[in-house]
């Protein structure tokens, strides 16, 4: 039987390119653990650093007849683990960058959301404020417009503060109910 674990790396890599299998086993077996623990400590997750491997003896595999070593196979193997770690983190990023420009995206969208809603309603509201009876607009419009207070109020429009607060009370209860449901229609 043939000894394939007494060969050097560059007899084994010639015997590769004639289809060695045995003489790609053992190159595998030599070097597998070192280059998963060079990927496993700078990838994230233990499966791309099995894909980083498997993915180097794949393409060596390939390329055994036209690969053309300018230096040890160890080298070959360190850079061709150096590559594919940094495809990898990039690929990382990409995706993180994909990631936050959905969720920025989806915010705007929210944002937007909220805004033509916000308008929606204030149009709705002021629709319904000119509805009012005259005297119960100009009331609420005192109050929530102008930031006046109730004695303010009776006193500009010469009332008690008791009929203002009647006022109020029947425009708050009728502006309620028609934007009640207006916030149906929205939901």
Known sequence: MYSYKDKA?????DMLRSDDEGAFTELYNRHWKKLFVAAASRTIRLED??????DIFTALWRRRQTLNLTSELTHYLAVSVKYRIIVTLDKYFNQERYIDSMLYKEQVDDSTQEGLAFNELTEELAKHVQQLPEKC???FQLSRDEGYSQKQIAETLQISEKTVEAHLGKAFKTLRAKLASFMMTLL
């Open 137 to 139: 607009r100009l009331v």
């Open 9 to 13: 790396d560059a007899d084994l890599f």
């Open 49 to 54: 650093a099995e894909e980083i491997v498997q």
